[in-house]
């Protein structure tokens, strides 16, 4: 009886069960390998085409895997939504505090400064009344409702910012005598 060729043409039984033992677990392994890439790019990418395009590379075996694991995102979307909110509360306490940073140089200056004490640089003007810091918008003191003054390139440039607001407060009507 001629014995018959095993897999890779092995006579011998033992040897072609082991081969086919190995390649069984290399398989096993290599499925086991696009399956980890495919839940790990879902954790990381939000795009789906990008998780497709990346289980599909792990297709070939065990080299995908290897260059999806070079190329994929550092960080878990779980971790930039929690570090996005961490930021959002971050800047929510120190707008609470009163603090902002100056337009100028980046220092942090409380909002009541009228000028940045590290760049000299006027960040408010102060009402002729009470000297109380006014925003640069405010036509009227809210703390002693004193009228501000206002440069007549400060005053077109109010009354266009408010044009643009509501063009119905800046229409002119003519006094109720004169329509008489």
Same mark, same amino acid.
């Given at each position: 009886?001629?014995?018959?060729?095993?897999?890779?043409?092995?006579?011998?039984?033992?040897?072609?069960?082991?081969?086919?033992?190995?390649?069984?677990?290399?398989?096993? &392994?290599?499925?086991?390998?696009?399956?980890?890439?495919?839940?790990?790019?879902?954790?990381?990418?939000?795009?789906?085409?990008?998780?497709?395009?990346?289980?599909?590379?792990?297709?070939?075996?065990?080299?995908?895997?290897?260059?999806?694991?070079?190329?994929?995102?550092?960080?878990?979307?779980?971790?930039?939504?929690?570090?996005?909110?961490?930021?959002?509360?971050? $800047?929510?306490?120190?707008? $609470?505090?009163?603090?902002?940073?100056?337009?100028?140089?980046?220092?942090?200056?409380?909002?009541?400064?009228?000028?940045?004490?590290?760049?000299?640089?006027?960040?408010?003007?102060?009402?002729?009344?009470?000297?109380?810091?006014?925003?640069?918008?405010?036509? &009227?003191?809210?703390?002693?409702?004193?009228?501000?003054?206002?440069?007549?390139?400060?005053?077109?440039?109010?009354?266009? $910012?408010?044009?643009?607001?509501?063009? $119905?407060?800046?229409?002119?009507?003519?006094?109720?005598?004169?329509?008489?």
């Amino acid at each position: 009886m001629v014995p018959t060729a095993g897999i890779f043409g092995i006579h011998s039984h033992t040897a072609s069960l082991a081969v086919v033992l190995v390649l069984a677990v290399l398989a096993v &392994i290599w499925l086991a390998l696009v399956y980890y890439t495919w839940a790990d790019a879902r954790r990381r990418i939000a795009d789906g085409v990008l998780v497709a395009c990346a289980t599909l590379a792990a297709l070939f075996p065990f080299i995908g895997t290897l260059v999806y694991t070079i190329v994929r995102p550092p960080e878990y979307l779980e971790d930039v939504h929690e570090r996005e909110l961490e930021i959002e509360a971050a $800047q929510a306490r120190v707008d $609470q505090l009163g603090m902002r940073a100056c337009p100028h140089c980046s220092n942090a200056v409380e909002r009541e400064f009228l000028r940045c004490p590290h760049c000299l640089q006027k960040l408010k003007d102060a009402c002729v009344n009470c000297r109380k810091p006014l925003d640069g918008d405010w036509r &009227i003191c809210p703390y002693c409702e004193t009228e501000r003054e206002l440069e007549p390139a400060a005053a077109s440039s109010y009354r266009r $910012q408010r044009a643009r607001r509501d063009p $119905q407060e800046t229409m002119v009507f003519p006094p109720p005598s004169d329509l008489i």
